[in-house]
C-alpha cells in the first residue's frame, strides 16, 4: 500500500491533529534551536552558562509530563488539558517576545526565565495530551498491536509513524527558518513569530471540536470530578433540607458513619470505599509504570547518543574543511537538518519498502513488531557511533598532518543521516510501545514515559561528559577528552564509550524484551 494511501485512511480528526503537532514542533523548535546564541549574544551569558541553562531547560520540558500525565488520566480530561496548556504555552512566548524586544530592561533576564518556563509548563500538559487524544480517535476495534497481538490491525501504528513525520517536517521548518530571521531581522520577530504559529494551531483545534471523539475523556477522566461533585451535592442536600434538630442529628450520625455519600446504579458507596479505591488504583498505576522502567531504562544511551548533534558534532565541523565557493562557509549547525531531511524522505519507503520486505523474510503479516522495531534503531545507533569515531581518528590524523584543514565537513553527513534512520525506527517504536502497554486510562502517562526518556537522557549526557571530563583529565585539569584544542582532544574515544556502552543497552534491551509482558494492567476499575 503506498504511503499516500495509508495516510488517507486516517480520518479528519487524526489529520488535522497531526497537522496541530508539526506546527507545535515548528514553534519549540524556532524558539530552542537558536536560544544559546540568544543567551550569548544578548543576555550576555558565557558559553557554559548558557548551554548548562538549555540543557537544563529541555531536561525540564522533557520531564514534566511525567507529573502532568497522571493529573490527565485521573482527574482533568485530553481535550481541555490540551485547551489550558496552549494557552499557558501561548503566555510563555508572548513574555518571551516581550522579554527580547525590553531587553534593555533591568529584569529581562528573570523574566525570560520565567517565560521559558512558563512555555515548559504549557508543553508538559500539552504534548503529551495531543498525541495521546490524536491515537484515541482511531476506532476502539482498531487497537494498537502489541507483542501478544501483532496480528491485529496497525491503524494506530501507522497514526503514530505519520505523526512522528508530520513533527519532523514541522522542526525541519523551525530549524531552517527561524535562526535566519533571528539573526538578520530581529530576536523580537524571531520570537512572534512562533507566537502567531501557536495562535493558529489553538484556532485550528479549536475548530475541529466538533469532529473529534471524547469518549476516553468521557469514560476515564472525568470519573474521579464526577464522584466530587456527586459527593458535595449530596452532602450539601442534607444541611440544607433539615428542618429540626432531631433530623439534623441524624444526619450528623450519618454523615460520622458515611461522611459523603455517593449514589450510583449501585447505591450507595462511602467516601472510605472511594479512597480504598483510589489507593488501589495508585498501586495499579505504579505497577504498571514499574513493569515499563526495565525497558524505560535499556533507552536511555539512545537519548544520550541524540544529544550529540547541538554538542561535539558541531565541534568537529568547526575544525573540517567548510568552504563552497570562496566566500561561503558552511554553519555546522545546519547539518542537523540532514537528520531531519532523511527522516522525511525514508519515512514512506518504510511501508512501501521495508515492511513488504519483512513480509516476505520473516513470514509474518505485521512484518516486524514494535520492540524489533525498537532494537533495529538501537543497533543503527551503535553504528552511527562507530563511524563517528572513525571519522574523528581521520580528523585527528589529517590535523596533525597540516595545519590547515583539508578533511570536508560532508563526512559527518553519514553519522547524522545514521541517526535519522535510527530515529525512523525506535521514536516511533518507543511511542507504539509505550501508549499500548498501558491501560486506556494511562495512555497520556504512556506518551510522558516516552518523552521523559530524552529528558533524562540530557540529564545523563551532561552527568557522563562530567565524568569523562574528570577521569581523564591530567593534573591541572588539562589534556581531557573534551579539551578546547581539537588536536588533543579525543573526541573518537568517547564515541567508542558511547559505541560499547549503548551495545551493552541493547544486550539487555534484547533479553527484557522475552519477558516483558505488554497487557496493560487493569486499572480501570477495582
Known sequence: MAGGQRFGSLNKPCVLLIVIAGIERFVFKGVASNLVIYLTDVMDMSNSAAARTVNSWCGFTSMLPLLVAPLVDSYWNRYSTILASSFLYLVGLLALTSTAVNRGNSSSSSSMFLSLYLISLGQGGYNPSLQAFGADQIDTDDELPTAKSDQKSDKKSMFFQWWYFGICSGSLLGVSIMPNIQDTVGWGLGFAMPAMAMVISM???SCGSRFYSYSHDQSNDFKSLEKVVQALKCSVSKFVHHKTQEKSTIIELELE?????????????SLGDQKSNNSNRLVKIAKVIIRLLPIWTTLLMFAVIFQLPV??????GMTM???IGENYKIPPATLQSAITISIILLMPFYDTIFIPFTRFILRNEKGITTMQRIAIGMFLSVIAMIFAATVE????????????????????????ILLGISDIFTVVGMQEFFYSAVPNGMRTMGIALYTSVFGVGSFLSALMVYLVEYFTSSAGGKGNWFSDDMKEARL???YWLLAGTSVVSLVVFVVLCRFQKTSPVDVEQS
Open 203 to 205: 484556532v485550528m483545534f
Open 311 to 316: 554538542t561535539f558534532f558541531i565541534k568537529q
Open 393 to 416: 581518528m581521520k580528523r585527528l590524523e589529517t590535523s596533525t598532518e597540516s595545519e590547515s584543514a583539508t578533511l570536508s565537513i560532508f563526512w559527518l553527513l553519514p553519522q547524522y
Open 257 to 269: 458513619d458515611k461522611p459523603l455519600c455517593l449514589k450510583g446504579e449501585n447505591g450507595t458507596e
Open 492 to 494: 573518537d574515544k568517547y
Open 321 to 323: 574543511k567548510r568552504n
